[in-house]
């Protein structure tokens, strides 16, 4: 997993509430189970005018003038703005696969589903939740200004905006820490690499047998 640290991104607005996981990767985009791949088909009922099939050819549909993500301004935004409750109904990983692979970094909204959220952190997104408010003034300054940036800084936790106002969030100290190094599951598991090896090697010399 990239580690993150501090992110100058591009923004994007999405303004919709209760984004559920199936708008975010259709369920028929489910099949593969690689963590790469999916950014083309992220919110792909939304994205385009016809109906994506996997293997199909991205390049050739036609695209929706009036998506949000699609308009010139946008393009290459690494944070995006969200409303309440993103990342609602299944528990899909592949979600937050598609946005990463989007190449989206960071997520703003004012809540997260569960389980969307926690994933998120597994993947190498930061979801951070702030106040309606600041929300709120965010989406305003972003849709009023082209080229709106946002300056993310996990070890100081605060967003930036460009008037240099300074945004606080709070953050779990092992998930940020965890970001900071680049660390998912595996990652962790094979921070004691060292640790299992000597242990195999034991057990197979005290139990022979186990391996015949």
């Not at 009036?66 to 993103?86: E, H, I, K, P, S």
């Not at 979600?95 to 989206?104: R, S, T, V």
């Not at 599951?185 to 034991?202: P, S, V």
Request: contains cysteine; charged residues 25%.
């Amino acid at each position: 997993m990239k580690p993150f640290t501090k992110l100058d991104g591009l923004v994007a607005p999405l303004d919709r509430a209760n984004v559920d996981t199936d708008a975010i990767i259709p369920k028929q985009f489910l099949k593969s189970i690689k963590r790469s791949g999916f950014g083309p088909n992220a919110f792909d009922e939304w994205r385009y005018l016809d109906v994506g099939q996997p293997g199909q050819d991205n390049s050739k549909r036609p695209l929706n003038p009036d998506f949000v993500l699609n308009q010139q301004r946008y393009q290459g935004a690494q944070v995006l703005l969200t409303r309440d409750n993103f990342g609602c109904g299944s528990s899909r990983e592949h979600a937050p696969w598609a946005l990463e692979d989007y190449g989206f970094r960071v997520l703003i909204g004012p809540s997260f589903a569960d389980i969307f959220f926690n994933n998120s952190f597994k993947n190498g997104l930061l979801p951070i939740r702030l106040d309606v408010a600041e929300v709120d003034e965010l989406f305003r300054q972003c849709e009023a200004t082209e080229g709106y940036r946002l300056i993310v800084d996990l070890a100081a936790q605060t967003i930036t905006r460009p008037d240099g106002k300074a945004i606080g969030f709070d953050i779990d100290p092992f998930r940020k820490e965890c970001l900071l190094n680049g660390w998912d599951d595996i990652g962790l598991t094979l921070r004691h690499a060292d640790k299992i090896r000597d242990f195999e090697q034991k057990r197979r010399a005290q139990h022979p047998y186990y391996y015949a």
